[in-house]
């Protein structure tokens, strides 16, 4: 089985949640690269913020159509993080801010796209919820 074959079926086989977590990971992956590198070396740098930001933006983007099935509130606090997202990664890409609170706050959502078991709670999801708020301030 070729690659191109294998990736394929994997991206078949994956559901959307899935999809989601690996294509944080890749991201939050490429920021915490761009975060070891020079200062000097702008444009690795700047592509990673760029990726980021539109990986938010989508995000932001998707939850703002009707016909989103999320509900309301987490379609709010996704719509508000890709704000902060934006308006954060300004701040980095022109050195006043640092890059750190970017990758933690993908983390965290990587953290609540971790399939968890039947048993989760509501609770957990809230607290989970209160966490991501609580790191942006």
Known sequence: M????????TLRSEDPRQTEYRLFGQVTRALMEADRLDKSEI??????LD????LWSVLGSDCALAGNGL??????????????????TSMVMR????????????????????PRD????PAQ?????GTVRGTLG
């Open 71 to 88: 509900p309301e509130g987490l379609r709010a606090q996704i719509i508000s993080l890709s704000i902060w997202v934006n308006r954060h």
């Open 95 to 114: 050195s006043q801010e640092d890059i750190q609170p970017l990758i933690e706050v993908n983390r965290l959502i990587m953290q609540g796209l971790v």
């Open 43 to 48: 444009a690795k740098r700047m592509d990673a």
């Open 51 to 54: 990726w980021n930001r539109r």
């Open 125 to 129: 999801d809230a607290a989970f919820a």
């Open 2 to 9: 070729s690659l191109q074959a294998y990736q394929k079926a």
């Open 118 to 121: 039947a048993s989760a709670s």
